[in-house]
T-cell receptor
């Protein structure tokens, strides 16, 4: 157990649904990340939060909306997704700031958009 | 922005042989290069990393080398074992880039008995 948990582990949703992914870290970190992992593609960074402030939005469509209410929790709100958004969504955490800190990943949420 | 290329995409070796995975990066300001291992159905986990002020780093059977001039770095696994079978990702982080890592496309390593 790396201390980063994600729920749900699997999610199937229609294009008109609204759902949320949840990530929680128990490591005392203050930076959290959302990544998208698709087959045969590199891990794509979506969002970065440092000390609850969003510091990176990697040109992600507005149908993905992140929320970081505190340093331990991170959400990804999903709305009117497309089938090509089907992927494994990974959350990670690390110590924040400019440093060589290891990112610890959660187990991911396998999302299927019908 | 940073671009990281990784080769090969698949690699098959016999147990006991060595495996080498290579990555190149584009941003000369990059100063941190971690390698992650992702076993089937599991989360990526850091196995080794190197900073730009070091040319080589070893940890038991794994080692990483960095050539800043050529902007490439490599992962070396010696005496491979079946449990080394996984997808390996290289990544790079640029100075001033905060915690942003740019990942390679991954290498599927298969160690055959």
């Amino acid at each position: 157990e790396t201390g980063v948990t994600q729920t749900p582990r699997h999610l199937v949703m229609g294009m008109t649904n609204k759902k949320s992914l949840k990530c929680e870290q128990h490591l005392g970190h203050n930076a959290m990340y959302w990544y998208k992992q698709s087959a045969k593609k590199p891990l794509e960074l979506m969002f970065v939060y440092n000390f609850k402030e969003q510091t990176e939005n990697n040109s992600v469509p507005s149908r993905f909306s992140p929320e970081c209410p505190n340093s331990s929790h991170l959400f990804l709100h999903l709305h009117t997704l497309q089938p090509e958004d089907s992927a494994l969504y990974l959350c990670a955490s690390s110590q924040g700031g400019e440093s060589y800190n290891e990112q610890f990943f959660g187990p991911g949420t396998r999302l299927t958009v019908l | 922005g940073e671009n990281v290329e990784q080769h090969p995409s698949t690699l098959s070796v016999q147990e006991g042989d060595s495996a080498v995975i290579k990555c190149t990066y584009s941003d000369s300001a990059s100063n941190y290069f971690p390698w992650y291992k992702q076993e089937l159905g599991k989360r990526p986990q850091l196995i080794i990393d190197i900073r730009s002020n070091v040319g080589e780093k070893k940890d038991q059977r794994i080692a990483v080398t960095l050539n800043k001039t050529a902007k490439h770095f490599s992962l070396h696994i010696t005496e491979t074992q079946p449990e080394d079978s996984a997808v390996y990702f290289c990544a790079a982080r640029a100075t001033g880039g905060g915690n942003k890592l740019t990942f390679g496309t991954g290498t599927q390593l298969k160690v055959e008995l």
